[in-house]
């Protein structure tokens, strides 16, 4: 049996740039959303994302497969709940899309636009 590709000892959010989208040159949506949060909430996900990173690959209850090549780190925080879509890319996590839920089903606009993030990131590579 193969084993998974280890992710690097750092994780990247996704920058816009590098899907050549010009209005947002150089944004880091996760990173933004991630400071849009209290000191706490960004601790309890920054910690999550760092159990994936160092033990991927995982599963339940922390990781869940959305798509191919799509996962999301499932975080519960005091005020609700959070997940960070990422792909991983080589031996690099590349954090998608961040966001909280409200509703027990994932939001489809949110699967959407990491979808179309991941599908950049890919073309890009091409």
């Known amino acids: 049996m193969a084993a998974w590709p280890p992710v690097s000892q750092t994780y ?10 010009a ?20 601790k309890a996900i920054g910690e999550d994302i760092k159990t994936a990173q160092y033990g991927w690959p995982l599963g339940m209850p922390l990781i869940r497969k959305l798509d191919p090549g799509l996962w999301e780190i499932r975080s519960s ?25 409200k509703s027990r089903r994932t939001p489809v606009n949110d699967i959407d636009t990491s979808r179309r993030r991941l599908a950049r990131l890919l073309e890009e590579e091409r």
């Open 23 to 42: 209005p947002h040159a150089g944004r880091e949506p996760v990173r933004e959303w991630l400071k849009g949060l209290d000191r706490d909430e960004r």
């Open 12 to 21: 990247h959010s996704w920058y816009i740039s590098i899907v050549g989208s």
């Open 77 to 101: 925080l005091a005020v609700g709940i959070a997940r960070v879509v990422f792909a991983v890319d080589g031996d690099t996590m590349v954090l998608l899309h961040g966001f909280a839920k």
